[in-house]
């Protein structure tokens, strides 16, 4: 069956500092890949996409993910975190399959120190 | 502005009382798909739809109902809510090009406690 593993619960990181947030799909072919933040009490924001191509892939915000097929993975990347990057993430995939569904992971709840 | 519109935001009600959450698109979009979030189990799809009049299910369609009357509009309908039905939903939207995936434009959420 699908699945999409953030196997990151809670992530403190301090401002300033590099981050990444992991991602593991199973899927039988490759899937369509997303990356979504939400703001406390917000709606989910597009990060970035992957389809096809470069498997390095630029979102906004500063945000960058590699997609590796061998280890089935989509990790989402930033250099440097800001204060208002904390948030929650979520990771998920869109079955190129033509039925349009979408599963996301649990999520990874983003906390950043002053 | 292009956006995706929910109502109610917040909402509480009792056990059984039938309730529908509306949403609706400005952006002309074929695909409309609805969401629970719970704490710990990220965001599950409860039903999606490709275009008007065509509907499926999610993965967690049970207790719920959905329309596709017109293509902007996609309301939720709990028939007889039960308390585990108490969560944030999200609708989201896509404009579904040939056999692409886009951008999925979310909703602010509706807050909904079954009592």
């Known amino acids: 069956a699908q699945s999409v593993t953030q196997p990151d619960i809670h992530i403190t990181v301090s401002e300033g500092a590099s981050l990444e947030l992991r991602c593991n799909y199973s899927?039988?072919?490759?899937?369509?890949l997303f990356w979504y933040v939400q703001s406390p009490g917000q709606g989910l924001q597009l990060l970035l996409k992957?389809?096809?191509?470069?498997?390095l892939v630029q979102g906004i915000k500063g945000f960058e993910a590699e997609f590796k097929r061998s280890q089935s993975s989509f990790n989402l990347r930033k250099p440097s975190v800001h204060w208002s990057d904390a948030a929650e993430y979520f990771c998920a995939v869109g079955a190129p399959s033509g039925t349009y569904k979408y599963i996301f992971g649990t999520g990874t709840r983003l906390k950043v120190l002053a | 502005e292009a956006q995706v519109t929910q109502n109610p935001r917040y909402l509480i009600t009792v056990t059984g009382k039938k309730l529908t959450v509306t949403c609706s698109q400005n952006?002309?979009?074929?695909?409309m798909s609805w969401y629970r979030q719970d704490p710990g189990l990220g965001l599950r799809q409860i039903y999606y739809s490709m275009n008007v009049e065509v509907t499926d299910k999610g993965d967690v369609p049970e207790g719920y109902k959905v329309s596709r009357k017109e293509k902007r509009n996609f309301p939720l309908i709990l028939e007889s809510p039960s308390p585990n039905q108490t969560s944030l939903y999200f609708c989201a939207s896509n404009p579904k090009t040939g056999s692409s995936y886009n951008e999925q434009f979310f909703g602010p959420g509706t807050r909904l406690t079954v009592l």
């Open positions: 899927y039988g072919a490759t899937p369509y």
């Open positions: 952006m002309n979009h074929e695909y």
């Open positions: 992957y389809f096809s191509g470069d498997t």
